[in-house]
């Protein structure tokens, strides 16, 4: 069963407009939340991350909301610009042991589109 | 730091065969981790090490994958009697101590004909 989830396989965003690419998680357990933005033929790349006891973390361009009652957490990039397109995956760790050092559950990813 | 690198970056083989990866991850980093990804999937986790001890191994991991981790450095994947569906990309990712993040590399595709 997929514990975290993905709906949507792409997403098409005008340039300098709000990208929004959500992720709901099923498994209680997991206790932090991870972005990774993934060019092909590369790894993916760490872009931002929420402990489960805050519920919004901002980086730049780039910012995570959690709503733990929801089991959902969104990344919203804005402005987005033409290097934004690649495929955004969400994580999540603890589900394992509830530890902070086991691996992460990954959804199957978005594919973001960002068009001039 | 250059960051995690895998070697090497593909690999073709014949069903049957044995293959090793090799994983070298950002230096100080106590954590490492195997994942595989397939298309249109994402990452799935393998096994993980903390220093040279592998702590957790999923249920993927048959028992024709063994990893390795000597010394708390470098890690190697082995995957022995290679099958079609071992097709994937190989990731490995690391961890410094105390974060939740993990750093991946550029992954290894294998492809099993």
């Known amino acids: 069963d997929q514990q975290v989830k993905q709906n949507s396989p792409s997403l098409s965003v005008q340039e300098g407009r709000i990208s929004i690419l959500n992720c709901d998680y099923t498994n209680s357990m997991f206790d932090y939340f991870l972005w990774y933005k993934k060019y092909p033929a590369e790894g993916p790349t760490f872009l931002i991350s929420i402990s489960s006891i805050k519920d919004k973390n901002e980086d730049g361009r780039f910012t995570v909301f959690l709503n733990k009652s929801a089991k959902h957490l969104s990344l919203h990039i804005v402005p987005s610009q033409p290097g934004d397109s690649a495929v955004y995956f969400c994580?999540?760790?603890?589900?394992?042991?509830?530890?902070?050092?086991?691996?992460?559950?990954f959804g199957k990813g978005t594919h973001l589109i960002i068009q001039p | 730091d250059t960051g995690v690198s895998q070697n090497p970056r593909h690999k073709i083989t014949k069903r049957g065969q044995n293959v090793t990866f090799r994983c070298d991850p950002i230096s100080e980093h106590n954590r490492l981790y195997w994942y595989r990804q397939t298309l249109g999937q994402g990452p799935e986790f393998l096994t993980y090490f903390q220093n040279e001890a592998q702590l957790e191994k999923s249920r993927l991991l048959s028992d024709r994958f063994s990893a390795e981790r000597p010394k708390g450095s470098f890690s190697t994947l082995e995957i022995q009697r290679t099958e079609q569906g071992d097709s994937a990309m190989y990731l490995c990712a690391s961890s410094p101590p105390g974060d939740h993040e993990q750093y991946f590399g550029p992954g290894t595709r294998l492809t099993v004909t």
């Open positions: 994580a999540a760790s603890g589900g394992y042991s509830g530890g902070g050092a086991d691996g992460l559950t």
